[in-house]
Every structure is written in structure tokens, then in C-alpha cells.
């Protein structure tokens, strides 16, 4: 069975977060070695900050979708399983409407900067191919959300025609 674009995006975000990670820890070790020797590696900070927040965007897509997030379900797990998806639904709209707000204005953000011609303080590296980075990152989680709360809507379905 063939992986939807939906899947092969956020697969491809979970290996640019994995480099992400990867590349901060490299770069640290790196730093941290260099500064030993007096020879600390200029901009490290600015970098691992860009690479953190790659990782983040990066990684949100792929843990929604694995469930990876942290929830608190004592008292509804004691429900019934339509009102369980009720719930679901519902805290899934609000999350698809928050993001979907945060996406729109990420990338508002990152046009107003590309205009400025924003530049990092130390590297001088423009700003806003990271805000567009992660303005792709929060499109596919938003997208992600969407097509939840499609599923937990046919699953509902599913449920009220048994």
C-alpha cells in the first residue's frame, strides 16, 4: 500500500528534523570542543537557535500523526466511545483552527521580513527562509489536524450506523 502526499511530506519533515537535531548536536560538540581550545566556532548560537526551531516545525506533522503528543484522558476514556469522539472532535477543531490562525500569520510574518530584508545578528543570515521553513512545517501539521478530524467525522459516522 502506497503512502498518501500527505504521509510522504511528513516523512520527509521527520528526516529534516532528524538532520536538524543532528546537525545542533554536531555543531554543540563542535562549539563546545573549540571553546576548549580557544577557538569557539562564530554564529553556533544563532545556528542551533535556526536548527531548534526547523526541528520543531519539523517534527510537529509526524508526532500528531503517531500520537506522540502528551494528553490527559482519565475521565474520558470512562466514556462511551461516541461521546469519546465527540470530544475528540471537538478538541481537534479548536487545535485546527489555533494553527490554522498561527500558520496564516507565520507566513504574514515571514513576508513583512523578507520586505525588511531582516537579517540574524551575528551571521547576518535573512530571517525569513527560516519563517517560511516554518511556516511549511505548520502547514503540514495544519493540514494534518484537518485530515484527523475528517477521520474521527467518518469513524463517528461509522459508530451511528451500527
Request: zero cysteines; hydrophobic letters at 55%; a positive charge.
Amino acid at each position: 500500500m502506497g503512502f498518501t502526499p500527505l504521509e510522504h511530506v511528513s516523512r520527509v519533515f521527520k528526516l529534516l528534523g532528524a538532520a536538524a537535531l543532528m546537525g545542533m548536536m554536531l555543531l554543540t560538540v563542535a562549539d563546545v570542543v573549540g571553546r576548549f581550545f580557544k577557538a569557539p566556532i562564530f554564529g553556533s548560537v544563532e545556528v542551533v537557535g535556526f536548527l531548534a526551531a526547523i526541528l520543531v516545525a519539523a517534527a510537529l506533522p509526524y508526532t500528531y500523526r503517531a500520537d506522540g503528543h502528551v494528553g490527559v484522558e482519565i475521565l474520558v476514556r470512562l466514556l462511551p466511545k461516541q461521546k469519546q469522539l465527540w470530544i475528540t472532535i471537538l478538541t481537534r477543531t479548536l487545535s485546527l483552527i489555533l494553527f490554522s490562525l498561527i500558520t496564516w500569520q507565520m507566513f504574514l510574518y515571514a513576508k513583512d521580513i523578507h520586505e525588511t530584508g531582516e537579517v540574524s545578528m551575528n551571521l547576518e543570515f535573512p530571517v525569513y527562509y527560516i519563517v517560511y521553513l516554518l511556516s511549511a512545517g505548520l502547514t503540514v501539521f495544519t493540514v494534518t489536524i484537518f485530515m484527523a478530524v475528517v477521520n474521527d467525522i467518518k469513524q463517528l459516522r461509522g459508530l451511528k450506523t451500527k
